[in-house]
C-alpha cells in the first residue's frame, strides 16, 4: 500500500476528552495533517459540518452530555452532511453490543477501539482513504443520487481492483433498488451469495423480494439473516413490515421488542413498536416505547412533535381503564411540559394536548379541572390559536363534567 499523503486533507476531531483530543491530534500533525478542526460536543461538530466540508473525521462515540456519536452520525446521515466521499472513523473506548449495535445501524466507515497507537491508527485511516480515492467516481454519483452512473462507475473500479469487489457490487445492488430494478438486483445478490455468505447480500435479496410483493419469500431470507447474523437488527424492522401487511401485528410486536432488547437507541424503531402497540391497544408497551423515544429525542434529529403527543396519548388511554399511578402521572405532566415549551404553537398540537390532559383528570375524576382546561381550550379555539374539539369530543365532556 503507498504511503497516503495526509497534507492535504481536511480532518474534523470530535472528542469531549482535552488529554484524548491532545493525544489524537498530535498524531494526526505527525501523519503530515495540516488543517484539523476541533469539536468538543457534538453540536459544534454539526456546525463545522454545516459551513466546511472535510476528508476525515474521526468522532469519538461517548462526547459527554448531549447527543453521543452515535445520535451525531444519525443526524448527519440524515441531514446528508457528509458526504459519502468523506471518511468517518468511530473511535470507542467501549464494546457493549448495545454501542455495537447502534452505532452499525449508521455504517461508520470503520471503527477503532481505545487504546490505540499511532501506527494502528495511521494504517486504519490510509486503508480507509485509499479505498474512498478508489471509489471517488461511484461516490459522487451516490452523492448526486445518480444509482446509473454509480454502478457504471462501481463496474470500472471492480475491473481495476478485484479487492474492492465486495464493496462494489453492495452498491450496485443497492443502486439497483433505488432504481426499482429488483429483478436485476435480486440475480446480483444471488449471484454474490453463490460465492461469498455476505449478510449484506443475503440483506439485499430479502429486500428485493419484499419490494417485488413476494412477502413469503422475502420472510424466509429476513429470517435466514437473523439467524446467520445477529448483528443485521434492520432485519427484524423489515420483518415486522411483512407482519404488518400480513395483518400480524402481535407478531409484529414481538419481532420489534426482540430488535429492541438487541439495539435500544433507534427511536423510529421505539415509535414503531409504540404505534403498532397501539393500534393492539397494548396502551402499556405503547406507553413504555413512547416513553424511551421521548428520552432519546432529546438529541435525535427525529425530535418532533409526534413522539411526545404519542406519549401523552398512551397515557390517556392507560386511563381510560382508570386513575394513573403517580409515577405515571409524573411521566404525563413531563412530557406535556416538553409539549407546552417546543411545540405548543401549533393549533392541532395544542387540541390534542388539550384533549389528552382533560382524559386524564376526568380518570382522576377531578371535573373541575377537566372542565377549567376544557374552557381554556375553547377560548383558544375562539382567538384562532387551538383547534376545535370534534363533535363526539364536545358531547363526551358534556357529559363527564356536565356543562
Not at 394513573?324 to 398540537?349: A, C, G, I, M, Y
Not at 379541572?369 to 381554556?376: C, D, N, R
Amino acid at each position: 500500500m503507498a504511503q497516503q499523503d495526509f497534507s492535504k486533507k481536511k480532518a474534523l476531531l470530535i472528542e469531549d476528552m482535552a488529554e484524548a483530543r491532545i493525544m489524537q491530534r498530535k498524531m494526526l500533525t505527525d501523519f503530515g495533517f495540516t488543517s484539523i478542526d476541533i469539536a468538543m460536543k457534538a453540536e459544534t461538530a454539526i456546525e463545522l459540518l454545516r459551513s466546511k466540508s472535510f476528508d476525515v473525521i474521526l468522532s469519538d462515540y461517548n462526547l459527554g452530555n448531549g447527543k453521543d456519536g452515535q445520535q451525531l452520525l444519525e443526524e448527519v446521515r440524515h441531514s446528508k452532511l457528509i458526504p459519502n466521499t468523506a471518511t468517518y472513523l468511530m473511535v470507542t473506548a467501549e464494546t457493549s453490543i448495545e454501542m455495537v449495535m447502534g452505532a452499525i445501524e449508521y455504517q461508520p466507515d470503520g471503527y477503532i477501539t481505545k487504546p490505540f497507537s499511532q501506527a494502528v491508527l495511521q494504517r486504519r485511516l490510509s486503508k480507509l482513504l485509499e479505498t474512498k480515492e478508489r471509489l471517488y467516481k461511484v461516490n459522487v454519483a451516490l452523492d448526486a443520487n445518480n444509482f446509473e452512473e454509480a454502478i457504471a462507475a462501481a463496474k470500472l473500479v471492480m475491473k481495476k481492483y478485484p479487492s474492492l469487489i465486495g464493496k462494489c457490487e453492495r452498491i450496485i445492488g443497492e443502486s439497483l433498488l433505488e432504481i426499482k430494478e429488483y429483478k436485476k438486483a435480486l440475480s446480483l445478490f444471488n449471484k454474490t451469495l453463490k460465492s461469498r455468505k455476505m449478510p449484506w447480500a443475503l440483506f439485499g435479496k430479502a429486500k428485493s423480494y419484499f419490494l417485488m410483493g413476494e412477502l413469503e419469500k422475502a420472510e424466509q431470507n429476513f429470517r435466514q439473516l437473523m439467524l446467520d447474523n445477529r448483528f443485521f437488527v434492520s432485519a427484524y424492522d423489515w420483518l415486522a413490515k411483512i407482519q404488518v401487511v400480513q395483518g400480524k401485528s402481535e407478531e409484529a410486536q414481538a419481532t420489534l421488542i426482540e430488535a429492541i432488547g438487541r439495539s435500544p437507541k433507534n427511536i423510529l424503531r421505539q415509535m414503531e413498536l409504540g404505534n403498532i402497540s397501539m393500534s393492539l391497544s397494548d396502551s402499556m408497551t405503547a406507553e413504555m416505547s413512547f416513553r424511551r423515544a421521548v428520552f432519546l429525542a432529546k438529541y435525535s434529529c427525529y425530535n418532533t412533535a409526534d413522539v411526545y403527543l404519542k406519549h401523552l396519548e398512551s397515557l390517556a388511554r392507560i386511563s381510560d381503564n382508570g386513575p394513573l399511578l403517580p409515577r405515571q402521572k409524573d411521566n404525563f405532566d413531563s412530557t406535556l411540559k416538553k409539549v407546552h415549551e417546543s411545540f405548543f404553537d401549533d393549533p392541532d398540537n395544542k387540541a390534542k394536548a388539550y384533549s389528552y390532559e382533560i382524559d386524564i383528570y376526568i380518570a382522576d375524576n377531578d371535573k373541575s379541572t377537566a372542565k377549567q382546561i376544557f374552557e381554556a381550550w375553547i377560548s383558544e379555539v375562539k382567538s384562532g390559536s387551538a383547534t376545535a374539539p370534534s363533535k363526539q369530543q364536545s358531547s363526551a365532556y358534556a357529559k363527564s363534567f356536565g356543562s
